[in-house]
């Protein structure tokens, strides 16, 4: 993992992988578009520009797939269930989880929110592709199951 990363806004937390003293999961709404034959695309890990590198996801430290699943839904937004993945692929992937749910310069809406962050300098777009494919790969649906 690089030393370069952006700096945390005040709230923000890098989370430690592995804790051994939590059974953490990282959390993902699925839109029904993103699940071609069955299988999950890597767009569902893959920043969007509106992402700014930041990919909105949930701890289930904090929040279960079903309360997620559920928020999610009251949103107004389309899904079709919480997949999760174990973060040590996040880590693998040189890449960081960050928890922002008690950020103060972008209070999420969303229960134990966090983000796998792409701001890596030098992080080139095949290095995205190949970080979110390794994931999407990784992931395993949890709600509904």
Not at 14 to 28: A, F, G, K, S, T
Not at 73 to 99: F, Y
Request: charged share 30%.
């Amino acid at each position: 993992m690089t030393d370069l990363w952006p700096d945390l806004d005040d709230g923000e937390v890098e989370i430690d992988i592995p804790n051994p003293d939590v059974n953490e999961r990282c959390l993902r709404n699925v839109h029904p578009t993103h699940i071609h034959n069955g299988v999950l695309s890597s767009q569902v890990f893959t920043p969007s520009e509106r992402d700014a590198g930041k990919r909105s996801t949930a701890r289930n430290s904090l929040v279960s797939p079903k309360e997620h699943f559920e928020e999610f839904k009251s949103l107004g937004n389309d899904s079709e269930g919480v997949w999760a993945v174990d973060p040590t692929v996040i880590q693998n992937s040189d890449l960081r989880w960050v928890d922002d749910s008690e950020s103060v310069t972008n209070p999420p809406a969303i229960k134990g929110h966090a983000y796998i962050d792409f701001r890596a300098p030098g992080m080139s777009r095949g290095k995205i592709k190949r970080s979110a494919r390794e994931i999407s790969r990784a992931a395993t649906r949890s709600h509904p199951d």
